[in-house]
């Protein structure tokens, strides 16, 4: 049998190589391998079992061919859509830049239907990705269900990962671990606790750090640089400019006594589904004790993540679900902040 690495859609997985590959030497080494391939299902001796299988010429490293011919051989009716992705990248790139070079010139209304097909690409993009996100998420969490006594690899913190795809997988996960129970006491494990604390105490860390107690912290912005955000009790948005910024959201929902079940349920859903969005750098929800008012946390890349997400299909589906569960109409609030308030120092 000719090596898989010949087969159309195999260039997909050298950029999953090269991502995984972290000092570019052209092999994948053990550690490397556990890094990226930590799905928070496998244990750290079945990763390390895989990684012995897959390197088939027994070097203790894995090559590009190797790796490829192990997700060839096992990609199934996924070849096709690999195949598709391939031929799919470079027409986007050369769309991309057809409109770069021809925009200014084109005529307003020309204009205008560049950017709506734009904008209706993009939202065809999202609507794809959706059910395989769920898709993926609802099998990670029945096999972790099915294991309760197997021991996960840890997941990398989501607050270090370079790469933006081990950065949405590292907080989906952690997410996961976290839902496990303990079969004896009915509580949350040892290990659960201890992720979703290291995760909360390097998000306040990375707020905090920014507090100078001797002295003032200043930060030199344009006088244009508005931080004012606009918005109607019909959820519906008027944005001025964020230059540099992320997007603090807080949701505020009271939710009926009677549909409190089916809420958690739909809310559930959009989490998942928003952590998986590009942009989405943060979600957290907060219920009351006593009450059945909740508040759900989000931080967004900026006002393009942000407006492109609210107006998501999984977005629109959220606020349709939700809206004979609540009691009162949903309290809005969206906070700019600057991103290098954010973003971890270089």
């Given amino acids: ?131 395989i996100e769920v898709a993926s998420e609802k099998m990670d969490e029945e096999t972790l269900k099915s294991r309760p006594h197997m021991q996960q690899a840890t997941v990398a913190d989501a607050s270090t990962a370079t790469d933006p795809l081990s950065s949405r997988r590292a907080r989906r996960l952690a997410r996961f671990q976290s839902y496990q129970p303990d079969q004896e006491g009915g509580g949350v494990t040892p290990l659960a606790l201890t992720t979703e604390i290291q995760r909360l105490s390097s998000l306040i860390d990375r707020l905090e750090n920014k507090v100078l107690i001797s002295g003032v912290e200043e930060e030199h912005a344009e006088e244009d640089d508005s931080n004012v955000v606009n918005y109607c009790a019909a959820g519906l948005f008027a944005y001025v400019s964020f230059p540099s910024q992320v997007v603090v959201v807080l949701r505020e929902l009271a939710v009926a006594d009677s549909s409190v079940n089916d809420f958690k349920s739909a809310l559930r859903t959009y989490c998942e589904t928003s952590r998986a969005q590009d942009g989405c750098n943060h979600i957290l929800v907060r219920s009351f004790s006593g009450t059945t008012k909740f508040a759900i946390y989000e931080v967004w890349d900026g006002q393009d993540s942000w407006q492109g997400h609210f107006t998501s299909k999984s977005s629109r589906m959220f606020q349709k679900t939700i809206i004979d569960h609540l009691e009162a109409p949903q309290a809005v609030k969206v906070m700019p902040m600057p991103a290098s308030w954010w973003q971890d120092p270089q």
């Fill in 1 to 131: 049998m000719a090596d898989a690495v010949e087969r159309k859609g195999l260039s997909i997985f050298h950029d999953v190589f090269r991502r995984a590959d972290k000092n570019d030497d052209g092999a994948l080494t053990l550690q490397e391998f556990k890094d990226f391939f930590t799905d928070g299902v496998l244990s750290v001796e079945e990763l390390e079992k895989l990684f012995h299988e897959i390197d088939v010429d027994k070097s203790n490293n894995l090559s590009t061919t190797e790796l490829c011919n192990y997700f060839a051989n096992h990609w199934g009716p996924f070849g096709e859509i690999f195949a598709a992705l391939e031929d799919l990248n470079p027409t986007i790139t050369k769309a991309l830049n057809h409109t770069f070079q021809a925009y200014k010139q084109d005529s307003f209304f020309n204009q205008f239907a560049t950017r709506f097909m734009m904008k209706e690409v993009a939202n065809q993009l999202r609507a794809l990705g959706t059910p």
